[in-house]
C-alpha cells in the first residue's frame, strides 16, 4: 500500500516570491511520483511526473520537483511564482504508469500580489 | 487530440435516487479509472476498468459500479445515493503499458 503527505494545507506566498510545495510518501514498492495542479472548479492537470532516471523533473511553466528516495521526499518548487498560479496542488504516487494512483490531501498554493 | 470528455458536468440528485456518470478516454487509451473527490480532499480511487472488466478496486460500498464498453468507454453508476455521495467524480484514463494517467474535469455530483 502507499500513501502520501502534504505537510502544508496552504501556503501563501507573494508574487516573484520563490515556493516550495512538500511531499513525503510511503510504499513498500517502487512508486512513480506526480504532481498534479487543480484550478478553481476545474479537474486535474498533470504538472510533472518522475518514473526513473534524473531525480530532477521539470514542468514547462517553471516548476520542478526533486526525487529524493533516502528521505522518501517529492518536493515542488519555483523560483519565482506568478498570480496564475494560484491552485491546488496534489503530490501523488502510483506503481506504474496506469494503476491505481493515491493522492495527498491537496496544498492551497496563495500567490499574493 | 481530445483529452478525456465527462458528462454530465453538473447532477442534482436526491437521496435514494440511482445516478450514471459517462467518460470517453483519451484517445489511445484502455484503462479507464473513477475517483470521488470531497469537498476539502484529494481525490479516493474507486476502481478501475481495463478490456471491460473491473481490474482494481479501492474502498468503496456495492453502490458504486462500473462498466467499460468495447471502445474504452465507461460509466460509473451509484445506488441508493447518500448524502455523503456528493462530490467531484474525476474519470481518468490510461494506456496499460503507459507512464501516466490522465484526467477529465469531473462531474460534480449533488445529493440533496
Known amino acids: 500500500a502507499q500513501s502520501v503527505t502534504q505537510l502544508d494545507s496552504q501556503v501563501p506566498v507573494f508574487e516573484e516570491a520563490p515556493v516550495e510545495l512538500r511531499c513525503n510518501y510511503s510504499?513498500?514498492?517502487?512508486?512513480?511520483l506526480f504532481w498534479y495542479v487543480q484550478y478553481p472548479n476545474q479537474g486535474l492537470q498533470l504538472l510533472l511526473k518522475?518514473?526513473?532516471?534524473?531525480?530532477l523533473v521539470e514542468s514547462i511553466n517553471g516548476f520542478e520537483a526533486e526525487f529524493n528516495k533516502s528521505q522518501t521526499s517529492f518536493h515542488l518548487r519555483k523560483p519565482s511564482v506568478h498570480i496564475s498560479d494560484t491552485a491546488e496542488y496534489f503530490c501523488a504516487v502510483s506503481p506504474s504508469g496506469y494503476q491505481k494512483v493515491t493522492f495527498g490531501i491537496g496544498t492551497k498554493l496563495q500567490v499574493i500580489p | 487530440d481530445a483529452g478525456v470528455t465527462q458528462s454530465p458536468t453538473h447532477l442534482i440528485k436526491t437521496r435514494g435516487q440511482q445516478v450514471t456518470l459517462r467518460c470517453s478516454p483519451k484517445?489511445?487509451?484502455?484503462?479507464v479509472s473513477w475517483y470521488q473527490q470531497a469537498l476539502g480532499q484529494g481525490p479516493q480511487f474507486i476502481f478501475q476498468?481495463?478490456?471491460?472488466?473491473?481490474?482494481q478496486r479501492g474502498n468503496f460500498p456495492d453502490r458504486f459500479s462500473g462498466h467499460q464498453f468495447p471502445n474504452y468507454s465507461s460509466e460509473l453508476n451509484v445506488n441508493a445515493l447518500l448524502l455523503g455521495d456528493s462530490a467531484l467524480y474525476l474519470c481518468?484514463?490510461?494506456?496499460?503499458?503507459?507512464?501516466?494517467?490522465?484526467f477529465g474535469p469531473g462531474t460534480r455530483l449533488t445529493v440533496l
Open positions: 518522475y518514473l526513473s532516471g534524473s531525480t
Open positions: 476498468y481495463y478490456e471491460e472488466e473491473e481490474r
Open positions: 484517445s489511445g487509451h484502455d484503462t
Open positions: 510504499s513498500s514498492v517502487s512508486v512513480y
Open positions: 481518468a484514463s490510461s494506456l496499460a503499458s503507459g507512464t501516466g494517467t490522465f
